[in-house]
């Protein structure tokens, strides 16, 4: 097996398979001990570096179970992985080879460069070492106090090596190229005098003097002002041969054929490119291996200043020069076609009879140069046909295009340029607002707003840097809160950019202006989904007669206007938000929006009814997974519904009930059938089914009444449907099992269940049964409970319903379980948590994590009990699902009891009663629980006035408490 610490910590198989090696705490223990490799580390030092002040109850029982925690998981990789950790009094030591780990590999290629005087080779030996570097040494432990040592250590050995392989390179005449690729390193170490030095002599052997001594005098006011130090005298050397010009300093002579200095007419770059360091360097490989290299992109997605910056970086590949041709300028009207705009450029003179573009393939016949044909959209016919000539006549040529659609030519390399990613998009708005207003910092007091800022923005520059210069006289919260009139809020740019590009909306004009009217009418039409939509709803809610719209969506595509991602029932498409912004307001200039609006909420109010019967067997997976991707636009056309009074409403929020359910998603549901039930008049039936919903939804999340009750379930008479009737008559049987009165809630199962019967309802009857097995459990009958809860498990895998396998599996693990075969119940268990976690059931998953965490109470494993029910009630608290938290609080409980902290065991269970608290008769099995441990505790705390009420039985009981000090015992 192989170790990676240079980088996030890794482990990956002989075959390079990467290794899930699962927590964080036996992650740490895996980091501590590559530190020490083959160094046997005591278990005081290891339970001191993962846990510190924060001390386990049993430490030494702790790391135990970490170690074998890490065994297994490299066990389960590799055979006989798990033996790569021994114990090795005072502790346990990690056998590895010493090439296994990714630090000791890249030590002895630093060695091997070290020994050796060939810059070339050692060059390429430091290269291999660096490549083996993925990030920040250990970047998932930088904040753990025993790795910031070795971190330190490895960053200072990468610099080293990053400034011994930049002294090889300038001996072997890269300058140029060390040029820029140095600038970003300086940036973020700037005191470092080895490395500023190998800069400044790359910047003076490019012919940037001037950049040299600037950059001597930025390094000679941070010393004095932040540390009041002077430069060293070697660099104080280098700055005056610099200003002498001494002629020692070019070093070796240049190869050939890089003698000369490329000549070029790129502009001097005033800003940093920020975020695309891996993409100039992913565009100057491909440049070295193919010949026409296209970027695409919406506009404003910087694809003129990557494709300079890459050219920039790159000029030393070309002698006869790089060469920077705009086309966006004059354009057709003026009659310059491409090719006199690129002789223009080059300085070639057209006197001779030839045609345009075939004088410059004459001229370019034998050059090495690098052609830069900028923003060719709007002439992408002529610009396709010169790049075509171009290539085939001048073999060393190499064409870099910009435009926001390819020239679709054969050998053309298409590079989609993506947004910024979100940590990009935040680092450049920082920086150009801080260079718009003094003083901007970013900060904890406004990250929020920039992030959510840069993400709404799409990480486009473009819009970012608009958004940049307006924090001066708005600030960050209030630009946030005025984006929703982006076009006219992001209304002024910088003066010296073109008129395309001085406004957000002028963008987006540029490409518009530059499409066909059925292009124009799919696009603004394309813009009432939210969040994308999928090829069948772009062609219902787009259709028009004779309108191909498959095609002009693949156009809309080519011309990056929409982008295309894959979706649970195949591709989706979707619109950035600015463009989608811009679709809405064009919508309303055609008078289309209200026709659109009805369009979209009846195509996704008819999708909901789809889903709803599919959501109960084989395609329940299928389509949860389709509905959630279409999440956003469900809720639009539920909005538009809702304001519109639209008749959809309520089969929209009836019909998507069970999703709610389904996804844990209860607060959701609340609100949307609160507003339907606040909303007009509807059918009596609809409105009962509404209400039947949210009270037994409002009752799972917890909701209580004024004087503290659980929702009581509305009457069902009202719903004339018998099917509908016998659902929701179930449904708050199944709900009630947890909150009510067992004896109501089996006999609103018995109902239920005999309605589906009639009705001939496989599905309802699998759920009665699995609910009538739950209820066996709770008045102590497992056996009835495994007869239940086996027929409906069987039936519902007829069904090939998953949902209710897993409410099945429940209750038959939880009657094993009370026959005394846990084993057998645990694995079903199990069964049922992978399950869950596949199908995205957050809520079963829930519970099938505290039946866990019980399996390990009863086994005495209290450890990884507590940590199984800690996940449950986090994924329980987090979908709102009060009878999952309730179950989680009171194994908690049961399991701080058994560990003697009483204290904590009487916080979990008064949770308990506070979640379960209710005015009628019966308690409930919840709170008879609670009661019964807060009893206990009491007990063990040595108090004779409380006397403790009988333990109760069934897969609920904990075995009593171990001796300890004091009065009494469990």
């Known amino acids: 097996m192989r ?66 925690r890490l065994r297994q998981a490299l066990e389960n990789a590799e055979p006989g992985g798990g033996q790569l950790v021994e114990y090795r009094s005072p502790g346990y030591l990690l056998r590895a080879d010493a090439d296994a780990v990714d630090e000791r590999r890249f030590a002895a290629l630093a060695g091997r460069a070290g020994a050796t005087e060939d810059p070339r080779d050692r060059a390429a030996l430091l290269g291999d070492a660096l490549a083996l570097w993925r990030g920040p040494p250990l970047a998932d432990f930088a ?37 820029g690729e140095l600038g970003d390193l300086v940036a973020h170490h700037p005191l470092r005098e080895r490395l500023r030095a190998a800069h400044m002599l790359a910047l003076y052997r490019a012919g940037r003097q001037a950049d040299a001594v600037h950059s001597y005098g930025e390094l000679r006011g941070r010393l004095a002002d932040e540390l009041g130090l002077d430069p060293g005298p070697g660099l104080v050397a280098l700055y005056q041969a610099i200003l002498e010009q001494a002629p020692g300093l070019l070093g070796v002579p240049a190869p050939p054929t890089l003698a000369a200095r490329p000549r070029t007419n790129l502009p001097a770059l005033l800003t940093d490119l920020v975020g695309r360091t891996e993409a100039v360097a992913g565009l100057r490989a491909l440049l070295r291996d193919h010949r026409l290299v296209t970027l695409t992109g919406p506009g404003g997605v910087g694809k003129t200043r990557l494709a300079l910056e890459t050219a920039a970086q790159s ?27 690129v002789l223009a450029v080059l300085g070639i003179r057209d006197d001779s009879s030839l045609d345009p573009a075939d004088r410059l393939a004459e001229a370019l016949r034998t050059s090495r140069t690098l052609l830069i044909l900028d923003n060719c959209e709007h002439v992408i016919d002529p610009a396709a046909k010169l790049a075509a000539l171009l290539t085939q006549a001048a073999p060393e040529l190499r064409v870099l295009v910009t435009s926001r659609e390819p020239l679709m030519l054969a050998g053309e390399v298409v590079w989609a340029v993506p947004p910024l990613d979100l940590p990009g998009a935040v680092s450049l708005f920082a920086r150009r607002a801080a260079a718009a207003a003094a003083g901007f910092r970013l900060g904890d007091d406004n990250a929020e707003a920039v992030t959510a800022l840069c993400r709404r ?70 813009a009432v989904a939210a969040d994308g939509c999928g090829l069948d709803a772009a062609e219902t809610i787009c259709a028009e007669d004779g309108l191909d719209v498959l095609s002009l969506v693949s156009r809309l595509v080519d011309r990056s206007l929409v982008v295309p991602a894959d979706g649970p029932d195949g591709p989706r498409y979707r619109l950035l938000e600015s463009v989608a912004a811009y679709g809405l307001q064009r919508l309303e200039e055609a008078g289309e929006a209200g026709l659109l609006r009805s369009r979209h909420r009846r195509y996704y ?12 067997g084989p395609d329940q997976r299928s ?29 929209m929020v009836n019909t998507l009930a069970w999703y709610w359910f ?115 459990i709770v008045r102590g009958d497992p056996a009835a409970a495994h007869r239940d809860a086996r027929q409906s498990l069987a039936l519902f895998r007829e069904l090939g319903d998953r949902w209710g396998q897993l409410q099945a599996i429940e209750w038959l693990g939880a009657a094993l379980a009370a026959t005394g075969d846990r084993e057998q119940a645990a694995r079903l268990h199990r069964d049922g948590l992978r399950m869950a976690e596949d199908l995205g059931l957050w809520p079963q998953a829930a519970d099938a994590l505290s039946w ?42 049961q399991t701080a009891r058994r560990e003697g902290q009483l204290d904590l065991a009487e916080a979990h269970l008064r949770r308990v009663l506070e979640m379960t608290k209710r005015t009628g008769s019966e308690p409930g099995v919840g709170r008879t629980i609670a009661l019964s441990e807060l009893g206990f505790v009491a007990e063990q705390r040595g108090d004779p006035s409380t006397a403790s009420p009988p333990r109760p039985g069934g897969p609920w009981a904990t075995p009593p408490s171990p001796p300890r000090s004091g009065p009494a015992l469990a």
């Open 3 to 68: 170790f990676g610490v240079l980088g996030t910590l890794a482990v990956w198989t002989e075959d390079r398979s990467l290794v899930a090696v699962p927590e964080a705490k036996v992650r740490a223990l895996l980091a501590d001990l590559l530190l020490h490799l083959g160094q046997p580390v005591s278990a005081d030092r290891l339970i001191d570096d993962l846990w510190g002040d924060q001390l386990p109850v049993h430490p030494a029982g702790a790391l135990q179970s970490k170690v074998s």
């Open 315 to 341: 000029a030393d590949a070309f002698p006869d020069g790089v060469w920077l041709a705009e086309l966006a300028g004059p354009g057709p009207a003026s009659g310059a076609s491409p090719a006199d705009l």
């Open 852 to 893: 866990l965490g019980r399996g390990a109470l009863h086994a005495g494993d209290l450890t990884q009990a507590r940590e199984l029910l800690e996940r449950a009630l986090r994924l329980a608290a987090g979908q709102s699902y009060q009878p999952g938290q309730v179950f989680a609080e009171l194994g908690l409980g």
């Open 457 to 526: 923005l799409d990480g486009l520059p473009l819009a970012l840097e608009l958004a940049a210069t307006r924090v001066r006289s708005l600030g960050e919260q209030e630009l946030l809160a005025r984006l929703d009139d982006r076009f006219r809020l992001l209304a002024a740019g910088h003066r010296d950019a073109p008129a395309r590009q001085q406004t957000l909306r002028a963008v987006i004009d540029w490409s518009w202006d530059l499409l066909t009217e059925p292009e124009r009418l799919v696009l603004r039409r394309l």
């Open 662 to 776: 389904l996804r844990g998603r209860l607060t959701e549901a609340r609100r949307a059938l609160d507003r339907a039930l606040a909303s007009g008049h509807a059918p009596a039936a609809a409105r009962a089914t509404a209400a039947a919903w949210r009270s037994g939804i409002a009752t799972l999340a917890g909701e209580h009444g004024e004087r503290g009750e659980h929702a009581a379930p509305p009457s069902l008479d009202r719903i004339d449907d018998p099917a509908a009737r016998a659902v929701l008559e179930w449904f708050h049987a199944f709900v009630a099992s947890d909150f009510g009165d067992p004896s109501g809630a089996e006999a609103m199962t018995g109902r239920a269940l005999a309605s589906f019967r009639a009705l001939g309802d496989q599905w309802g009857v699998a759920a009665a049964l699995s609910t009538r097995a739950k209820l066996a």
């Open 623 to 651: 389509w949860l997974r389709r509905l959630d991707a279409e999440t956003a636009n469900l809720r639009r056309a539920l909005d538009a519904a809702l304001e519109d009074a639209d008749d959809a409403v309520f089969p």
């Open 143 to 179: 904040d753990a106090l025993f790795a910031q040592a070795a971190v330190a250590r490895l960053e200072e050995q990468r610099l080293t090596a990053l400034e011994d392989r930049a002294e090889a390179r300038l001996a072997l005449g890269e300058h140029s190229l060390l040029a």
């Open 605 to 616: 109010a008819e999708l909901a009814e789809r889903a709803a019967a599919r959501l109960r």
